[in-house]
């Protein structure tokens, strides 16, 4: 089966406070993970990917095949972090395309 | 560069009733993928037109179509509405299998 899991579906932090939205994935394939982000009226884009191990806004995302993990994090939040954050799995299709699976999101908010 | 864009951006339709979404993709993008976005959920996989051919599609009935056209654009019909279809749907395009870019959604409301 392939599922993403975000367990919280809201998060509040503190700016400067540290933050970490989790995502677990059930998949049986070699995985490959991303993370989406909505700011407030703005279209879903891409935050960051796994196999690009790279840091985007200050954000890290590390895959952990053994607990199943992607767990998104920042040291430090700031108040423009504040948006709509989906996990998401890329999976095969029966008809040889690739597709998006995503999690139900978390909403964060970063709170001056 | 243009990027995604769909129409219309609203919409409301009744039970039974037929609907066509359409979408122009970001520019030298030859790949579209549907996907339907319930409120608090998150985006799901509808299918995925590439050349002009469906090539993958998520678990939706058969009422559920598409098209893409030798431009790329795309549109995406969806027959006998039923309350359930009510959600965002959002189109997104690529070039073959790479970075999906999303447009902002068409909302569709049946009554």
């Known amino acids: 089966a392939q599922r993403v899991t975000q367990p919280e579906k809201l998060l509040s932090v503190f700016k400067g406070a540290p933050v970490e939205l989790k995502c677990n994935y059930s998949y049986s394939g070699s995985p490959e993970l991303f993370w989406y982000v909505q700011y407030s009226r703005q279209r879903l884009q891409l935050l960051l990917r796994h196999i690009s191990r790279e840091s985007i806004k200050g954000f890290t995302a590390d895959l952990n095949k053994g607990e199943t993990s992607f767990h998104l994090k920042k040291p430090f939040a700031q108040e423009e972090d504040s948006a709509m954050y989906y996990c998401?799995?890329?999976?095969?299709?029966?008809?040889?395309?690739?597709?998006?699976?995503f999690g139900k999101g978390t909403k964060l908010t970063v709170n001056p | 560069e243009t990027g995604v864009t769909q129409s219309p951006t609203h919409l409301i339709k009744t039970r039974g009733q037929q609907v066509t979404l359409r979408c122009s993709s970001q520019?030298?993008?030859?790949?579209v993928s549907w996907y339907q976005q319930a409120l608090g959920q998150g985006p799901q996989f509808i299918f995925q037109y590439y050349r002009e051919e469906e090539n993958g599609r998520g678990n939706f009935p058969p009422r559920f179509s598409g098209l893409q056209f030798p431009n790329y654009s795309s549109e995406l019909n969806v027959n006998a509405l039923e309350l359930d279809d009510s959600a965002l749907y959002l189109c997104?395009?690529?070039?073959?299998?790479?970075?999906?870019?999303f447009g902002e959604g068409s909302r569709l409301t049946v009554l």
């Open positions: 997104a395009s690529s070039l073959s299998f790479g970075e999906l870019f």
């Open positions: 520019s030298g993008h030859n790949t």
């Open positions: 998401a799995l890329r999976a095969g299709t029966q008809g040889g395309s690739e597709k998006l699976v």
